[in-house]
């Protein structure tokens, strides 16, 4: 089984905030197996505060965002 680290190129956080004194919600762009993805994703922290990835979340194209952004926009 790969590496799954080794297929993802770069990611950036783009935003956070704190969901709970525990978990902390974070926007950011991958490159994953040399595609752009945004990822929007809940973080836990552990009990030396640092933050791991839970399953909570969901990744998205950059294409398929771009719809979803328009939908939100007419929420507005």
Request: charged share 35%; proline share 4%; no cysteine.
């Amino acid at each position: 089984m790969p590496d799954r680290k080794s297929l993802n190129d770069k990611e950036t956080v783009l935003y956070a905030f704190d969901k709970s004194a525990k978990e902390q919600v974070r926007l950011s762009e991958t490159i994953y197996l040399g595609r752009p993805y945004l990822d929007f994703r809940v973080f836990a922290r552990k009990q030396d505060g640092e933050y791991i990835p839970t399953k909570k979340g969901i990744t998205l194209s950059r294409d398929l965002f771009a719809l979803i952004k328009q939908a939100l926009d007419k929420i507005n």
